[in-house]
């Protein structure tokens, strides 16, 4: 594996386990007021996680202003337009595979 793939991967786990705790916990202590405050304040933990992962990949993954326009869209589709997620996804898929981002 390269050195980027193995950062790709210790970054997806450093998202997916903090939030696969934070539902799990959810689930399980949603009557308590002591667990509600805990995860309320886990939530912009969270968030930090990802926005740094998406600082620490920036360079690897965004090669040119074309991949960061369709970053952008993908972006924008599912919340303003109502996209599913995986039109978005296929979208981006499509474009890639014509050469249309590197």
Not at 35 to 54: C, H, K
Request: a neutral charge; charged letters at 10%; one cysteine or more.
């Amino acid at each position: 594996m390269q050195a980027n793939q193995i950062r790709g991967l210790l970054a997806e786990y450093g998202i997916v386990i903090p939030v696969g705790i934070n539902n799990i916990a959810n689930e399980r202590l949603k009557s308590s007021s002591q667990a509600q405050d805990f995860l309320a304040a886990m939530a912009p933990t969270v968030v930090d996680l990802v926005a740094s992962a998406a600082l620490l990949l920036w360079h690897s993954v965004v090669p040119s202003w074309r991949a960061l326009l369709l970053m952008a869209v993908a972006q924008v589709l599912p919340v303003c337009f109502k996209w599913h997620p995986a039109f978005v996804l296929a979208v981006g898929a499509a474009l890639a595979e014509r050469g249309a981002i590197p």
